[in-house]
């Protein structure tokens, strides 16, 4: 299992520059406890906090003992060859997220792409409707990827989360929040590029 | 033969059962255009494999005699319906037995019900049950040597709609390096000193298209050893200000009438009218593909963390290689977003549509360093004044004219055709102008 603070570290590693919240909500962990382990890292001299927007990065050393942890965390689990796999099967899925997203965002007349005015429900729904079918197969994926490194189980959670919202009618939750599908979506692959060590 | 057909000047079937690609070759034959030869395994087949798991009955013997003659092939999917990528294309196939055939037909077949081809037809009400054909053609090579090269092909600005050839050409590759974006292209123009007997003939298809579909035409082309082939032919698609202008110059030149020419444009192809675009004469650096529509200016920031500091003080356009979950606060605080790499379906133009910023991505050759970045072969530093037009996918240097497309001449002219056809002359929005024209023309 992964310690809180290389939770924290990873995360910081995968979404960049980041503020608390965004950080509480890729890690899983309450926004104090992502506070009091930044603490500790900045003290470690891993990371380092911005006072002007209030937001922490890493520090290069803090990129270097990254790299590291997270190496040592995927050989000791003997986990490359299963995330590897799990990684195939998500760049099958990538380009289809990207279709529907692009789907919910534009949609063709006569020919002509144009901004998507949600006033068809029936194409919307279509749209949703492709969503559920899409998360039924990114489940399994995560779900592989979860059995071989717990910590990716909760990408599965936000991700079905995200639906949730955008089926409850709250539309931006699948292409254009920061919370939204697309954006966990994103995050999950720089993880994977992340933990395997590819660069992009 | 039941399953296959031999392309050629004389077929005659349509595109239900060729699809779309197949029929479009048989247009360049009959045009007298050079086409590489080959055969086309038809949908009804394809439907067959569909409906029982397997290759229908006789395939075999078919492909055994359809083959020869043949060497090295490509073999490609092509619907009635146009699905761009969704399914499978074999290049390079050496064609030596009658099972590498099948095995690569089967393949091509297969691919029409991936999860994401499904997707496709789900969200753009194509039928599950239409099938794709499979065209098998000898390979030609754009990087057989000196005097090869691959390219596709406008008989019209697509941007604009002026009446010049535009296009990419790559010399010394394959066909698929100019698709995929995978490596820098050059303007077609270059063709013109460097292969003229190619440039002269694919101006001559161009013209012999364009006059048989009475419309602007796409071509890809590939030449080997300065021989021309034409391997795709596709009429129109042109959208916005482009489509106006080839219709109403069209109509000018006698092709078509002006009726047709008003029923060629959708209202929707109004809709952007009023969205601001940069003057043409500008002196465009760089193009990709415009991925939300406006105009931004701003100083470039080529890291997230700069765009949020230097925003401060002012628009910023966030120039990046590609964008990934690193860059979201820096595509927050940017006016524009600018990429070298991605469609209109990459992440950097999800998030640009979601924060309704002008954005242009796939500009191939934009590259980003560290601090500065190099756009169509000049250098700029972090801080430079750049404008982006997520309409065309222009980009100029500096602050260029930005005006709106109800400016424009051929837009003018098409609608006072319109307001002749419906009577009305009084003032009112460009779209109702036109569907008044419509309604009148469709009684």
Not at chain 2, 108 to 114: A, C, D, P, Q, R
Request: proline letters at 5%; one cysteine or more.
């Amino acid at each position: 299992m992964s310690g809180p603070d290389l939770l924290v570290l990873h995360a910081l590693r995968c979404v960049g520059t980041a503020g608390l919240t965004r950080l509480a909500a890729t890690t899983g962990l309450g926004e104090p406890d992502v506070e009091s382990e930044l603490i500790d890292l900045a003290v470690a001299g891993l990371v380092t906090r911005n006072a002007d927007f209030g937001v922490w990065s890493l520090t290069g050393s803090g990129r270097a003992a990254h790299a590291q942890r997270i190496a040592a965390e995927l050989e000791s689990a003997a986990a490359r060859p299963a995330v590897a796999a799990a990684f195939d099967g998500f760049l099958v899925l990538n380009p289809e997220l990207l279709d529907l997203c692009t789907a919910w965002q534009l949609r063709s007349a006569d020919g002509v792409m144009i901004a998507n005015d949600h006033r068809d429900p029936s194409y919307d729904a279509r749209v949703l409707d492709r969503f559920a079918d899409f998360d039924r197969r990114a489940a399994a994926v995560c779900a592989e990827l979860a059995s071989a490194l717990p910590r990716f189980g909760r990408y599965q959670t936000r991700l079905a989360e995200a639906l949730g919202r955008a089926t409850a009618g709250k539309w931006e939750e699948l292409a254009d929040s920061t919370s939204s599908y697309h954006v966990v979506w994103a995050e999950l692959h720089e993880d994977l590029l992340v933990t395997l060590g590819i660069p992009r | 033969m039941r399953w296959i057909r031999h392309l050629s000047a004389e077929l005659d079937e349509t595109a239900e059962v060729l699809g779309g690609k197949a029929h479009g070759l048989v247009v360049l034959h009959r045009l007298g255009l050079p086409v590489p030869a080959g055969f086309v395994v038809t949908t009804e087949a394809c439907r067959a494999f569909l409906r029982d798991g397997r290759l229908p009955g006789g395939l075999d013997e078919e492909l055994a005699a359809a083959i020869t003659g043949f060497d090295v092939v490509s073999v490609r999917s092509g619907a009635a319906v146009s699905m761009p990528g969704m399914m499978n294309t074999i290049l390079n196939l050496e064609l030596t037995s009658a099972a590498a055939a099948r095995t690569a037909v089967e393949a091509v077949f297969s691919s029409w019900n991936t999860p994401r081809a499904r997707t496709y037809r789900e969200l753009h009400d194509i039928p599950h049950d239409l099938g794709t054909a499979a065209i098998v053609q000898t390979m030609v090579f754009g990087n057989r040597d000196d005097h090869s090269g691959t390219g596709v092909a406008f008989s019209r600005d697509p941007n604009r709609g002026a009446n010049v050839p535009f296009g990419e050409v790559l010399f010394g590759q394959q066909g698929d390096d100019v698709v995929s974006g995978s490596s820098p292209t050059l303007p077609l123009r270059d063709l013109a000193d460097r292969e003229p007997v190619v440039w002269a003939g694919l101006l001559d298809a161009l013209s012999r298209v364009e006059a048989h579909y009475r419309d602007a035409c796409y071509v890809e082309f590939t030449f080997q050893s300065g021989e021309l082939w034409l391997l795709q032919v596709r009429p129109g698609g042109f959208a916005g200000a482009a489509a106006v202008r080839v219709a109403a110059d069209l109509a000018d030149e006698g092709v078509i009438d002006r009726h047709e020419a008003l029923l060629r444009i959708s209202p929707h192809h109004l809709r952007h009218v009023r969205t601001p675009r940069i003057a043409p004469g500008e002196d465009v650096v760089a193009r990709g593909l415009g991925a939300c529509p406006g105009v931004a200016t701003g100083r470039v920031a080529t890291t997230a963390d700069t765009a949020v500091r230097m925003a401060v003080d002012g628009p910023v356009v966030l120039v990046r290689q590609e964008t990934s979950p690193h860059d979201m606060r820096g595509l927050a605080a940017a006016t524009g977003i600018l990429t070298a790499r991605g469609g209109p379906a990459s992440h950097a133009a999800v998030v640009a549509r979601a924060m309704g910023k002008p954005a242009v991505v796939g500009v191939a050759d934009l590259v980003v360093a560290d601090a500065s970045a190099v756009v169509g072969g000049r250098t700029i530093s972090e801080g430079t004044l750049v404008t982006i037009d997520g309409t065309s996918g222009e980009v100029v240097l500096g602050s260029p004219r930005v005006v709106t497309t109800t400016a424009d001449e051929p837009l003018r002219r098409l609608l006072r055709w319109a307001d002749d056809v419906s009577g009305d002359h009084s003032e009112r929005d460009e779209a109702d102008r036109l569907s008044a024209a419509h309604a009148v023309l469709r009684r």
